[in-house]
């Protein structure tokens, strides 16, 4: 395991056999899904887009990964980003 710092945001990056992160599990929605949502709608937060699709209201672990994709539009992350 890898910690580097990009940005202000850690990111940790696991060496091998790791699950890419690709969904709000606790709303059952891909980012994927809400890219297309936020696209579709002109969205460039987290708080607009909850109030059109809602997610990530539980245990918020998407939510760092929802700001990036609202970033650079990536949808699967092979590293896990912690605010
Ligand atoms: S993974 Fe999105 S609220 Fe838990």
């Given at each position: 395991m890898v910690t580097i710092i990009q940005n202000g945001t850690r990111v940790v990056r696991y060496s091998q056999n790791s699950m890419a992160v690709t969904r709000c599990i606790c709303s059952m929605v891909t980012f994927r899904q809400l890219k297309q949502v936020a696209q579709e709608n002109g969205i460039t937060t987290v708080d607009e887009l909850q109030r059109v699709r809602p997610f990530g209201?539980?245990?918020?672990?998407?939510l760092p990964y929802v700001r990036q994709m609202l970033k650079?539009?990536?949808?699967?992350?092979?590293h896990s980003i912690i605010e």
């Open positions: 209201l539980s245990c918020k672990l998407c650079d539009g990536t949808t699967e992350f092979e």
